[in-house]
């Protein structure tokens, strides 16, 4: 089953495949009329060779060669003495090479074989016959070695041209007693282009081409088990675009469940502290679990949560995160870990320690190994970065050839299929050593007593979070969103990817303000129908009553709000038959609603405080108050009167009245007193002296 699920990656990806397997020539070409050279700047690259050999067998490689002058120019192979040490080997890889060559030989290129675009050099090793016309014998020393390989072209006047290219001969002398293979986990991450979205929120497929060719390459040997470091987001946009890439995520998962590993991965490749530090690490359990959803969606496996893989730093706070995830065992670069004392490092460790988090939690940790990481990464030549990794696990394990150890090794994220597939194939029936998945290291290499303890290595810190404020401000919208509209689930779970994706490490500049753009714009859109109609005058014939409040919603959907009133006017009173309850203040009303059809009155029994024209404040707010929907302000006409203005209306009345008895009385008292007018009685005026004259009024 497992041949068969890698035979069918391998026919998803076969032009792939075909790119794989052939010769790769760089760099511009022109014909040189020597079989397997083109004509152009010197350089050399490798694109086969023999990863281990024995007594008795031929050390083969199979090489592209550019050349200034194809006819005449040379090429020369130099076997140098073994190297014991990883720092000898380092150096040896680099080009660096404190001794003379032990066996060389220089031969035109013109002489040597060709076949499918290549030159071929074959090199008997302790040969137990006669050695072929042409070719040199190496005899090693019957021991295990591994032995330093320069490949250096030369002109006709015995002058290097270009730069060397160095490679290693490993030497399998056979197994003795007691002796133990080096465990080796490979975690390759499978994942796709930055995340993008359509205008409908719904992911973007990547490319199928990588994905293909990363599967493909590990199809090629069925027996060395891995760890796969799985995009989910990616996944899952292939699987829901079909065709080709629904194919190559069905072989990805059968490859998952038939002997690969699973790792638990973020919904986006994601850097943990950077998210911390932009104030977001409430998203990392969204990330974590979005992920798991979207790989048993996509692929039909959930990852193991207790076994890690992070190929980055962390710090306390999301190793805690991670803990509460359900992290138990851990493999994180050997750099993010501090360093082991100084008699634990003569030679490589390959053991599991103790993670701290300087508090009272704890994990088994693994620290991959840097140099081997780190070749992988790094840009060139890709098949001779793979033999050289093999060549150095090889030096590795017979540092302490009889002690169980092991060693991590991280491919970078877009990995070049032809290295994977090249170093899959050098882990298969290795004699130095043993492939495993990340489980499986734990496993084969346990924690011993008295291994020291180490803590989280404090390291400068990240970089900001693309468009932090955004994803802060979009966070806040799906919450209230989705307490607004419960039913609209998969909306609000397209608009948290949106947000997810966002936070992405690989995401481009601007698009993640896209995203949370378009992501904010579909919210709006829908909170847009929850709505009050147009301001309205209401009228107040009596002093209490009830006001109806109208409101506009989805239909055939239950939708939870907050319905505001105010006015220093009314006295409000709770409202009667709602689910929700109602809080009520000395002028306003705040009651929770949830509305199940496109109108719904409400009706609020107020009291009116007094007569005249006066306004009211309406609000319709999501649940918490945190998004205004709508809002207006109706006018009130209150023609009703109050008991203390007919108390003072009636108390006027009487006043006036008394006031208007009382002056009726005093009227008539006054008349009585006053002769009418024209009445002629007796003349009561005094007499006039004599001498004077009436004088006239």
Excluded at 405 to 418: H, T
Excluded at 423 to 444: C, D, K, M
Aim: proline content about 9%; overall charge positive; aromatic content about 4%.
């Amino acid at each position: 089953m497992r041949a068969l699920a890698r035979a069918a990656g391998a026919v998803v990806a076969l032009g792939l495949l075909v790119v794989l397997g052939l010769p790769q020539v760089a760099g511009a070409v022109a014909p040189s009329g020597v079989a397997g050279v083109t004509a152009g700047r010197p350089a050399v690259h490798l694109v086969g060779q023999s990863t281990w050999v024995r007594a008795g067998t031929v050390f083969a490689l199979d090489l592209t060669v550019s050349a200034p002058a194809p006819r005449t120019d040379m090429l020369q192979v130099a076997v140098y003495p073994p190297v014991t040490t990883r720092s000898g080997f380092e150096a040896a890889a680099a080009g660096v090479e404190p001794y003379s060559p032990t066996w060389y030989d220089l031969q035109p290129l013109a002489s040597l074989p060709a076949a499918a675009g290549a030159l071929q050099v074959r090199i008997p090793v302790d040969p137990t016959g006669n050695v072929p016309s042409g070719e040199r014998a190496f005899s090693t020393g019957g021991t295990d070695a591994v032995y330093p390989v320069s490949v250096q072209l030369f002109d006709s006047q015995s002058n290097p041209l270009g730069a060397a290219m160095t490679t290693f001969l490993v030497f399998d002398a056979g197994s003795g007693p007691g002796f133990q293979r080096l465990a080796v986990a490979l975690v390759v991450p499978v994942a796709g282009a930055a995340p993008a979205v359509d205008r409908h929120l719904s992911p973007i497929p990547p490319p199928t081409g990588q994905v293909a060719a990363v599967v493909a390459a590990l199809g090629g040997a069925a027996s060395v088990p891995v760890s796969l470091l799985v995009d989910p987001a990616a996944a899952a946009a292939l699987a829901a675009e079909g065709g080709t890439g629904r194919k190559v995520v069905a072989s990805l998962g059968h490859l998952a469940s038939t002997g690969d590993q699973l790792l638990p991965s973020s919904y986006v490749p994601v850097v943990y502290r950077r998210l911390e530090a932009a104030g977001l690490g409430g998203t990392i359990a969204t990330q974590l679990s979005d992920g798991s959803g979207a790989l048993q969606s996509a692929l039909g496996a959930s990852p193991n949560p207790s076994t890690w893989a992070v190929d980055q730093t962390l710090d306390d706070r999301t190793l805690a995160d991670l803990r509460a995830a359900g992290l138990r065992r851990l493999v994180v670069p050997d750099s993010a870990l501090t360093p082991l004392p100084a008699a634990y490092t003569n030679v490589t460790f390959g053991r599991p320690t103790v993670l701290s988090d300087g508090a009272s939690g704890h994990v088994e940790v693994w620290g991959a190994d840097g140099p081997l990481s780190a070749r992988l990464a790094a840009r060139g030549d890709p098949v001779l970065a793979a033999e050289q990794d093999l060549a150095e696990i090889a030096v590795t394990q017979q540092e302490e050839p009889s002690v169980e150890r092991g060693v991590a090794v991280f491919a970078p994220p877009g990995a070049s299929p032809r290295m994977l597939a090249t170093f899959v194939r050098g882990l298969a029936a290795n004699p130095f050593a043993v492939p495993v998945t990340v489980n499986g290291l734990f496993g084969r290499v346990h924690l011993s007593a008295g291994t020291p303890t180490r803590y989280l290595n404090p390291s400068t810190p990240p970089a900001a979070v693309r468009d932090q404020p955004g994803v802060v401000d979009l966070a806040a919208a799906l919450t209230s969103f989705r307490q607004l509209v419960p039913a609209y689930r998969g909306l609000a779970a397209s608009v948290e990817r949106v947000m997810l994706a966002a936070e992405s490490s690989s995401v481009r500049p601007g698009q993640a303000t896209a995203m949370l753009a378009a992501a904010k714009a579909a919210i709006g859109a829908v909170e847009r129908r929850v709505t009050l109609p147009r301001a309205t005058s209401i009228t107040f014939t009596a002093r209490s009553g009830t006001l109806p409040v109208t409101v506009q919603s989805l239909p055939h959907t239950v939708v939870h709000v907050e319905l505001l009133l105010s006015s220093p006017k009314l006295q409000f009173r709770p409202v009667r038959g709602l689910r929700g309850a109602c809080r009520v203040t000395a002028a306003s009303e705040a009651c929770q609603i949830s509305l199940s059809g496109p109108v719904s009155v409400v009706r609020v029994p107020v009291t009116s405080r007094t007569s005249g024209v006066f306004t009211m404040t309406v609000q319709l707010l999501s649940p918490g108050g945190t998004v205004v929907l709508a809002s207006d302000r109706d006018t009130i006409r209150s023609t009703a009167v109050s008991w203390v203005g007919l108390v003072l209306m009636v108390g006027a009345g009487l006043f006036l009245l008394l006031w208007w008895i009382r002056n009726l009385r005093h009227g008539r008292r006054a008349g009585r007193l006053v002769p009418p007018p024209g009445d002629d009685g007796p003349d009561e005026t005094p007499p006039v002296p004599a001498g004077m004259s009436p004088s006239r009024p």
